[in-house]
């Protein structure tokens, strides 16, 4: 096992951190873009997305300015930036102020290069793994951003949409074509009658058309029948989290939370968590 997998797997792993330290760039800046785009204003939000218009440097977009610290401004050096072994090296801390580093950082990093793993375990050195391994890329930015500012971008969620359907239709990703769509379709008029039904009801809108979006996509990705198992625990998850925030206070009444981190995770384990267990324990 190990002559076969282990530099393949070591590459896909790799890569993983990497692009995961990249994921944590896009989840912080590219709502930044948005709202500088279209001059909206976030207003109950990470502190990063307050006044955005007068605080922001220009040029900005995903690739300049270089990262500084969100503190103390301090441009960040070269081996500030290495994936974990940075967060670990710097004791969680800013070099320069001190200031606590957000364990989303090396989280986002590890769950991108553990993602990757069950992608390559899966499906071995292949075009399908790379596939999946994109498709867990977009999962988890717009789960990241969901999660900052309750909005799952269209540039985002729609592309993952056409790319189940033309991936199952070059027959890339198993999951046939009739199925592509159907679960694409499905996905997305699920969530969207539920929106209406609870809207008619209550009067209140209980969700986003991103998370009819994002659903469609799993959908596309994975067929029909993969879409209620992934509501299930989605609901379930975030319920219970939903709930717990609330007694511990931490949550107001009438106060949202993003639905897409738990879609994302739901789908995520739906695509690759018990397969990949048993596929991993099958290498051995
Ligand atoms: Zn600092």
């Known amino acids: 096992m190990l002559d ?11 890569l993983g951190l990497m692009i995961g330290s990249f ?23 990470p502190s990063h997305l307050q006044n955005t218009t007068s605080s922001t440097p220009s040029p900005f977009n995903l690739a300049v300015p270089a990262s500084a610290c969100p503190q103390c401004g301090n441009t960040l050096k070269w081996w500030h930036n290495i994936p974990l072994l940075s ?14 580093v ?26 399908t793994a ?3 391994a994109g498709f867990c890329t977009i999962v988890v930015v717009a789960a990241g951003i969901d ?11 729609l592309p993952l949409v056409w790319a189940g359907l033309v991936l199952s239709n070059l027959k890339i990703i198993e999951v046939p074509i009739e199925n592509s769509v159907w679960g694409a379709v499905l996905g997305y008029m699920v969530l969207w009658t539920v929106f209406w039904l ?38 379930t998850a975030g319920a ?30 739906m695509c690759l968590g018990s397969n990949t267990i048993y596929t991993f324990l099958h290498f051995q």
């Open 4 to 14: 076969d997998t282990f530099l393949p797997a070591l590459i896909f792993g790799l």
């Open 198 to 235: 609870f809207k008619l009801i209550t009067g209140k809108e209980g969700m986003g058309y991103g998370d009819f979006k994002f659903l469609a996509a799993f959908g596309a990705w994975m067929g029909p029948l993969a879409i209620i198992p992934i509501l299930l625990l989605s609901c």
């Open 147 to 157: 999660w900052d500012t309750q909005i799952l971008p269209d540039i985002l969620t």
């Open 87 to 100: 967060y670990v090296l710097l004791k969680g801390q800013c070099f320069f102020c001190k200031t606590p």
């Open 240 to 269: 219970l989290i939903g709930i717990t925030l609330r007694i511990k206070g931490n949550l107001e009444q009438n106060q949202a939370i993003a639905f897409g981190p738990y879609l994302a995770v739901a789908a995520l384990i």
């Open 23 to 45: 994921l944590n760039v896009v989840i912080y800046r590219l709502p930044i873009m948005f709202a500088l785009h279209w001059g909206l204003e976030f207003e109950t939000q």
């Open 102 to 127: 957000s364990l989303r950082y090396p989280l986002v990093e590890l769950s991108t290069s553990l993602l990757y793993l069950a992608c390559f375990f899966m499906y071995g050195w292949s075009l």
């Open 130 to 132: 790379v596939a999946w």
